[in-house]
């Protein structure tokens, strides 16, 4: 089975009400390849998920920016997992460096939030990634390892897990990773998930990139054989996210 491209737009914090309806209607009216080809889910502020989800396309799908780690209850300010479920939400975004710095959560608690949403039955849009300090130092590998094994230590099934390699030093900085950079680690993290998971689950994961992906750099990343789609932030807000959308020019096929 090959790995179908999958896009995603990560909206953060952004938007007012007015703001929101014309990105929906701007990716209502952009023509991109059937979905068959390629995957698109967008992530808005929770705020206006119902919204969004009741205005965009068929065809697209959309995410929530986090949930809480266990069922909800007596956590103010959260919103768990089950109520995603409840409102029609597919997918969910888990462990944003945003997220793990600013809000120090530690791979144990990205890896706790990723089984307990798998286990509500949402799909997750996993993140991990190096700082420039780590990867300066040389141990970008050994990071993402980490990050990955906190993962991989609670989830047995990741039919519905999409592992997004997200460089800290390229998130909205306008420094993407070379294509050659990312391919490096994206190669690596599959032989991880072969050694330390299994063959058929490094073979079908779809490993995506993140950081600074925009219209002009997306179909050169797109090409390489282990990038299998993109996390967008702030390009997802703008009509270049169609063009990245657009950015496979070549069906991958499985390894
Ligand atoms: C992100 O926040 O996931 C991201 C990749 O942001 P940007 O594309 O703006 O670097």
Request: charged fraction near 20%; proline fraction near 4%; aromatic fraction near 8%.
């Amino acid at each position: 089975m090959a790995r179908k491209f999958f896009i995603g737009g990560n909206w953060k914090c952004n938007g007012t009400l007015e703001e929101v309806k014309k990105i929906v209607s701007m990716l209502n009216e952009a023509e991109i390849p059937s979905e068959n080809v390629v995957e698109v889910v967008v992530s808005p502020p929770f705020v206006f998920l119902p919204l969004v989800e009741s205005l965009l396309r068929p065809d697209f799908q959309v995410a929530a920016q986090n949930c809480w780690v266990r069922k909800g209850g007596a956590f103010t300010g959260e919103i768990s997992a089950e109520m995603l479920v409840n409102l029609g939400i597919p997918f969910v975004i888990l462990g944003h460096s945003e997220r793990r710095s600013l809000l120090n959560e530690s791979n144990e608690f990205v890896g706790d939030k990723v089984a307990y949403a798998l286990s509500v039955g949402l799909k997750v849009i996993a993140c991990i990634g190096e700082t420039l300090q780590q990867r300066e130092s040389g141990s970008t590998m050994a990071v993402v390892a980490a990050q990955t094994k906190a993962i991989a230590d609670k989830v047995s099934n990741w039919t519905h897990v999409v592992l997004a390699y997200e460089p800290v030093w390229a998130i909205g900085t306008g420094k993407v990773a070379t294509p050659d950079q990312a391919q490096e680690v994206h190669l690596e993290l599959r032989k991880w998930l072969h050694d330390s998971v299994g063959a058929e689950v490094a073979a079908t994961t779809r490993i995506i990139y993140g950081g600074s992906v925009n219209g002009a750099n997306c179909r050169e990343l797109a090409a390489q054989p282990d990038i299998d789609g993109f996390l967008v932030g702030g390009a997802s807000l703008k009509p270049e996210f169609a063009d990245i959308i657009r950015s496979l020019t070549v069906m991958k096929s499985q390894l």
